[in-house]
């Protein structure tokens, strides 16, 4: 079936440096939608990027991400990080004719200090 | 943005009884999902709902949940007879359309403890 990995479970980060959540994904549908979402504390998750054609960068608040089908990768990236980021992220994958359903990953918690 | 509601945020119930988790959708929105997360895992499509009927349900659907929105009231998730490995978050998303790219929109969860 499909799977998401994030492989990490928490990243810390002084406040300005640059950010990297690593993303990849397994699936066997040739057409998978990649998906970022954010969860502040006590907060729904809120979708923050979405993918959408092979190599074609998404970008939102400052947060941008690229599908790349050759590497199974949706990894989501950020030039200077603030601490209003500090959230837990989520990378989901639509890859079934399920509607609606979603292949989460365990989430990177990320933590940026002054 | 679009706001889905979810009630309680919390509930702790003894192992055997019945509980309902309510979930107010987005007001304009057909799809309708539930989602649960275990502590410290990742989050699980349980079922989809449409035009009044579970579309999909996966295999953590067991035959104790049941899901309704009666007359555009509350989307609801019943469990009967709880069992402790219920215990976990339960998240309600609701979508305007089926579509692959389509938003998701969830709400912020109840928390259900089976003792």
């Known amino acids: 079936g499909d799977s998401v990995t994030q492989t990490e479970g928490l990243v810390t980060l002084t406040e300005g440096l640059p950010v990297m959540l690593n993303c990849t994904y397994q699936?066997?549908?040739?057409?998978?939608?990649l998906f970022w979402y954010v969860q502040h504390l006590n907060e729904s998750p809120r979708l923050l990027l979405k993918?959408?054609?092979?190599?074609k960068r998404t970008e939102h608040q400052g947060f941008h991400a690229t599908l790349h089908k050759s590497s199974s990768s949706f990894h989501l990236q950020k030039s200077s990080a603030q601490l209003s980021d500090s959230a837990l992220y989520y990378c989901?994958?639509?890859?079934?004719?399920?509607?609606?359903?979603?292949?989460f990953g365990r989430g990177t918690r990320l933590q940026v200090y002054a | 943005g679009p706001k889905v509601l979810q009630i309680p945020s919390h509930q702790i119930i003894d192992m055997g009884q019945m509980v309902t988790l309510n979930c107010d959708p987005v007001?304009?929105?057909?799809?309708f999902y539930w989602y649960k997360q275990i502590l410290g895992q990742q989050m699980e499509f349980l079922v989809n709902?449409?035009?009044?009927?579970?579309?999909?349900k996966s295999k953590l659907f067991k035959d104790q949940f049941s899901v309704e929105r009666p007359d555009g009231s509350y989307f609801t998730l019943k469990i009967q007879p709880t069992a402790l490995e219920d215990s976990a978050v339960y998240f309600c998303?609701?979508?305007?359309?089926?579509?692959?790219?389509?938003?998701?929109?969830f709400g912020s969860g109840t928390r259900l403890t089976v003792l």
């Open positions: 007001s304009n929105h057909l799809y």
């Open positions: 998303a609701s979508s305007l359309v089926g579509g692959a790219s389509e938003t998701l929109y």
């Open positions: 699936t066997i549908y040739s057409n998978p939608f």
């Open positions: 989901a994958l639509r890859g079934t004719q399920v509607v609606g359903q979603l292949t």
């Open positions: 993918s959408f054609t092979d190599n």
């Open positions: 709902f449409y035009n009044g009927k579970v579309m999909e």
